[in-house]
């Protein structure tokens, strides 16, 4: 007969191993953001896309600018934008991960809650590109959204996947806490 502890020890198991499964698969885009930041203050973006790391990027209109800096707090970035209707936030997926589905976890605060419209987007063999529906996620100030978005099988004419955080009109200063995709 099991007895309690053998049951709970046995689910804690399970559920560790689990956990450490999804850490394998999880891209950090705070960390990658802070890591674009070693040995600098902060970071100038310009209009068009920007890469701050090979795993993150940003994307401005052509018109917008912004500065990514370390949050004051110690564990986030900043984004201080100007001129921005709307501001991309881009994650990298590694070519090889098959998978069918990841999971955005986004936390940010600013002085008003904030719309995203997350998707997909295939670079594909010749320059083209193909972007999935987008998902409509809200963030309130302060709090932690997750949004689950479909992945397509990967077609032989795909050379690169990002995941695209498409922010609608982003507050003038953005603190992002968290921000991560996780794919299963």
Known sequence: ???????????????????????????????EARNGLIGRP?????????????????????SGR????AAENGSGVELRCSSADWLTLEGTLAGEVITDSCYVEMQLSADRPVIADVFLRE?????????????????????????????????EDVTARRVIIHLRHPAARLIIDRLAITLT
């Open 42 to 62: 902060r970071l100038a973006l310009g209009g068009g896309y920007n890469d701050v790391t090979s795993f993150f990027g940003a994307c401005l209109p052509v």
């Open 123 to 155: 670079f594909l063999d010749g320059g083209a590109v193909r972007d999935t529906g987008h998902r409509e996620c809200h963030l309130s100030v302060g709090g932690v959204a997750v949004c689950k978005l479909a992945l397509p099988e990967l077609a």
């Open 1 to 31: 007969m099991t007895t309690l502890y053998e049951a709970a020890m046995r689910n804690f198991c399970a559920a560790a191993d689990i956990l450490e499964a999804l850490q394998s698969t999880r891209l950090d885009l705070v960390g």
């Open 66 to 69: 912004a500065e990514l800096l």
